[in-house]
């Protein structure tokens, strides 16, 4: 993990230290490429005593485990696009909620069309569900209930006195619509900027934040590697940030710390991706790996056992 630190004090925002916890641990940081080292798309945010959790890519229950809780413990979770790599292990968070003793319905927040998408998903496997809750007797089906609640338009979706959750609306076409996500506790911000090509409307939403979590894709001249047509990889690249354009959201931002995630290719080179927003950005800039987490009431980011001020 390489990090470049700027002189801005991390902390300057004053306010009360709220009790409790506010920090991002990245459970995913990869596409829908697997890859051993970076799963499906998914983070968890910890706010006071909450647990939420923004998509549930390919191995989000592990990566929970991973970072000390399971899918019982989440409050609520958020959906930024309808994009495969974003939602496939929704029904593996489900029903292993269920093993894991949850009593409590799941809350799950998305763009119009994930209430058909959820209704779908149980259907698939209502009839193997039933067998299973007939056979296994466990305490609580309370985890198969799901409150679904579609969003449009960037009203809060959360704003209560300790914690604030706002979507942003990205661009993402041909997806539409297609959101990020800033959340707001102990008077410090939060980005995560979803999937989007470069948006003004998320440097607007973003400005002076703590922490962009932000997408990146690295596309440079030359011949495509593996199955990929250049005319592909082009299209593919035309709806995400480029590593080359994802320092200039950061410094047009003026955020404290860019930490980049949804890392396409998965191997990219990480000197490489460093090199790219630096051009642009001279804040700290965190390439982010699978149960890196960021503690935005301390500034500090840890990885496995080792912790570093971003300050
Ligand atoms: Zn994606
Ligand atoms: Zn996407």
Same mark, same amino acid.
């Given at each position: ?20 916890? #506010? ?5 995913? *940081? ?28 390919? !191995?989000? *229950? ?10 019982? !413990?989440? =409050?609520?979770? #958020? ?14 968070? $489900? ?20 209430? @058909?998408?959820?209704?779908? &998903?149980?259907?698939?496997?209502? +009839?193997?569900?039933?067998?299973? $809750? +007939? ?25 209560? +006195?300790?914690? @604030? ?30 999937? *989007?090509?470069?948006? !003004? ?39 995400? *940030? ?14 404290? &710390? ?13 000197? !490489?991706? $460093? =090199? ?36």
């Amino acid at each position: 993990m390489r990090l470049y630190l700027c002189r801005a004090p991390w902390v300057g925002h004053g306010g009360a230290v709220m009790n409790g916890e #506010f920090s991002i641990t990245l459970l995913g *940081t990869g596409c829908p490429v697997a890859s051993t080292e970076r799963f499906g798309p998914a983070s968890l945010i910890r706010a006071g005593a909450r647990q939420f959790l923004v998509d549930v890519g390919s !191995g989000v *229950t592990q990566r929970l485990i991973g970072a000390d809780t399971n899918g019982a !413990g989440i =409050d609520a979770l #958020f959906v930024t696009h309808i994009h495969s790599d974003h939602l496939v292990d929704l029904y593996q968070l $489900i029903i292993t909620s269920w093993h894991q003793s949850r009593d409590r319905a799941h809350v799950v927040y998305g763009p119009p069309g994930i209430a @058909k998408f959820v209704e779908d &998903c149980m259907d698939m496997w209502r +009839a193997e569900r039933e067998l299973r $809750i +007939a056979f296994e007797r466990r305490s609580s089906v309370r985890a198969f209930d799901i409150e679904v609640v579609e969003f449009s338009d960037e009203t809060p979706l959360i704003d209560e +006195a300790d914690i @604030k959750v706002t979507p942003v609306l990205v661009d993402h076409r041909p997806v539409e619509p297609a959101f990020g996500f800033v959340f707001e506790a102990d008077g410090r911000k939060l980005v995560l900027s979803g999937d *989007t090509r470069y948006c !003004g409307n998320l440097i607007d939403a973003a400005k002076g934040a703590e922490l962009l979590v932000h997408e990146v894709f690295v596309h440079r001249p030359g011949p495509v590697a593996g199955t990929r047509t250049e005319e592909g990889a082009k299209g593919v690249a035309s709806y995400h *940030t480029l590593s080359s354009e994802v320092g200039r959201v950061a410094h047009e931002a003026d955020v404290r &710390c860019l930490a980049l995630t949804h890392i396409v290719p998965p191997d990219a080179d990480r000197q !490489g991706l $460093i =090199d790219d927003a630096r051009r642009d950005y001279l804040g700290p800039v965190v390439v982010g790996e699978d149960l890196m987490r960021f503690d935005l009431v301390t500034g500090t980011v840890t990885q496995g056992n080792t912790t570093f001020a971003l300050a």
